[in-house]
């Protein structure tokens, strides 16, 4: 980002107050500037846009989504909070992986023009680099309801409204909205803005799963709500990336690098098959991977060698032109540079102002949209490419080659709509790790006029794999989903082949035949049927649980945890078709943060991998999905043991006359007797009768608990040795086996899908009984003890949502604990001065009626200083009186 970046932010932040009392298309509106102070317009406001912001914060790629056509944090600061308003997570601009420090993305948008009747006309969500945004969603208030929707497979209702992912948002926008207030001028020509008519309904997808958390999916529906036809219609995705540590100085933007990969070996496929992935995505990152920090040495500093991306995967058209340009926008003319070709006589060049590069206005966008240019990598930028029709470089090319203030645009067309036609664009946002490998790697190797040897130690492996997998999401290779027949594209990778001679013989002559036959060989589906899915292989459903402290005196300090395993055993796998689960996990965590949860005990059934030798390949392979231990005695005996068969002591079948080894699926801890592990609730009960609820209470209530849960599927384990004053985060989850032959790894149910928290001791009755003196702690606090969990601590910031980020001056906490449900605290200075006072006040009983805590905040709103402090506590129970320090 650059000083003309800055100053075009905050003209547009200038230009919004204009709102006030202005027409917007919609009606008559009223802004108010709330608690964040100009960066907040409050949306549910009479007949004004309904904006807001989302946070994709499930998967490794933190992404901000809005309702305005554009994603990430750039082009939404001074629209709306940048905070998700419904979780309270903060906004991410490509932060990856996330939760982290580092950010890849400034912002994106979505672009669109076209021919009507004898106008061009181009709508953008934001183009990047004027204060231009014309895509705005309707009023909040009924009938209008623009907000932000919010599905998720994780919700049995959801689903039946659509749900495709753990993480679906859905936002309706318009570029119909001409209000000056709300939608500039166009900077060429200076008209006001010239809608298109259409409705863009987008929805956008993440997912948590190892395979599938490295990208965000986009899926466009666009209506023209026009009376005319659109002619030569384009769309593009404009990307602006500013790779750096989050919230770091503008000048982290001045070294990026982009650029295009038309192509990967397929991951899935062998090296020596020889298959490849047309991956077509636009791609940008830093030129080192290193901070832009001269005084930082290697290793020191590199922290930013990841890259992000933009993969098409679907368009209106399989026909359709890809055009992919990057540009370097300047306040400085001869600096603000980007690709281009010499003119023709049959297309001259156009200039777009005294500069090569930013496409001002909606002639040059629609320009550079249609002429079909692929631009070169920047890196190439110091090469003379004149020989392929481009300009010559430039005296500052080397400048621009190493790395500078880039973004790119990733377009596509022609393509007419006509009136109440519906369009569908899917893309996806895509992120990979180690793309640089190396700290020195630019110093020791990049030189401006021979770039290919820095550039071919880039590593596009983990990249490329999360670009073929959001493809495959998107479509499902190989998979029927409209049951005509269609299963897409594949190819056959032959590991060992013979010639097949057909002679037929035809006087007066012999005919040969000679074909290359197959004998052994693997076949890749490489695409599906053409009908989106946004679907791929799930965990199994997270069991129902609940968490019960215990209240006997002896037994202090423990919690009971059953869970019922219903839906984790006997749904299918909507991806693959089979029964895959596999096992429990049982995890405690002090704070809500995803890194913070600590397996207790595990259960997995005791099944095996089988591996047989493949001469052809001259290696062991794996070719089914596990067997469990009942299956294989079924097959060579009651005895047999798969334990005993590893690869240095093969198995023989003499039956199939076949060599196998075995391996265990997972730990095999498939004991449900020990009481000190996870066990069963009712050991002697069969499976159910029948596996509907339902049918069950009607015939069967035998086979149920008393809350109408089948008792078969009952499972408990007991945490013990827990403090009684601390706040714990107990969470089960349920996985399956994966798929061990396509090397799918074991999928697991978020720790947080069913997450309780609860304390050890939660009842005020002992307290209240048994007259327990209060707790508190910690004492001393001290400010640099590290109690934040943010750092690993657990006393502060553990109810902050896994991904926001904490000001240390607000969660500051002393807690009191053992408290009555209902007293009065005081804190005093030691010389008697009231400090702070809080009233406790809960139901009797409360799970949360025993805690309470003080923010370190002094009636005054001031922060408390170092000192030593008196604390009273008052209740009809009783008093206390104790001292508390403070080392700031």
Known sequence: MNSRKLGAIIVYSSLILLIIGLNTGYGRARVDIGEYGSSLYKPAVLNYPCKELAVHSINRLGLSITNMGHFGNGFADGQVALVDQVTGVPGVSAVYPYPGANEYLFAGSFWIGAVVGRDTLVSVGADGWQATREMWPPPCESPYNGGIERLSISNEEDILLGAKSEQDFIAVYTDTVTDPGLVANDPRDGRPHQPLQIEITQRSFAWSYDYAADFVLFDYEIKSINRRDLEGVYMGIYVDGDVGPTGADITEATDDICGFKDSVLYPFAKEECNIWDPIRIAWIADNDGRKNDASLQCPSGFDLPSVTGVRVVRTPSDSLKYSFNWWISNGDASKDFGPRKAGTPEDPFRDFGGFLGTPEGDRNKYYIMRHEEFDYDQLFTARDNSADGWLAPLASASDFADGYDTRYLLSFGPFNIAPGEVLRVSFAYVAGEDFHRECEAFDELWNPSFPEEYYNQLNFDKFGTNAVWAAQIYDNPGRDSNGDSTFGTFQICCYDSAYVYDTTQTEPEIIIDTQLLCLDADTFWLTGDGVPDFEGARPPYPPKMWV??????????????????????????????????????????????????VLQTSYDREDYNRYEYDDSRNEWVLIETPFTLEELQTMYGPE?????????????????????????????????????????????????????????????????????????????????????????????????????????????????????????????????????????YPNPYRSDAGYSSEVGGSFEGRDVPSGKAANPERIRRINFTNLPHKCTIRIFTIDGDLVREIEHDYPKDDPQGMHDSWDLITRNTQAAVSGIYYYSVESEYGNQIGKLVIIM
């Not at 002896?554 to 059953?562: A, E, T, Y």
């Open 640 to 776: 047999f043991d798969p334990n005993l068969y590893s690869v240095d002591n093969l198995f023989y079948d003499s039956d199939a006359d076949e060599l196998y080894y075995f391996t265990q699926q997972d730990w095999n801890q498939s004991d449900l007797t020990n009481p000190n592990l996870i066990h069963k609730i009712y050991p002697d009960e069969p499976p159910p009768t029948v596996l509907n609820l339902d049918s069950a209470k009607l015939y069967y209530p035998e086979e149920l608990t008393d809350d109408g849960y089948f008792k078969y599927y009952e499972y408990e384990y007991t945490i013990k040795n827990l403090l009684p004053s601390q706040l714990y985060y107990i969470s089960v989850t349920a996985f399956d086996y994966g798929s061990p032959i396509s090397g799918l790894p074991s999928l697991e149910t978020a720790r947080s899908q069913n997450m309780i928290a609860e304390y050890a001791q939660n009842t005020n009755s002992i307290v209240e009984e048994e007259g327990l003196n209060v707790i508190v």
């Open 548 to 597: 019960y402290p215990s209240i006997d005196e002896f037994d202090r300090g423990q919690m009971r945890v059953r869970f019922n395993g219903f839906e984790s055993e006997t749904r299918r796998d909507d991806f693959s078709g089979d029964f895959d689960f596999e096992g429990y996990r049982i995890y405690q965590a002090l704070t809500t943060r995803a890194g913070a949860f």
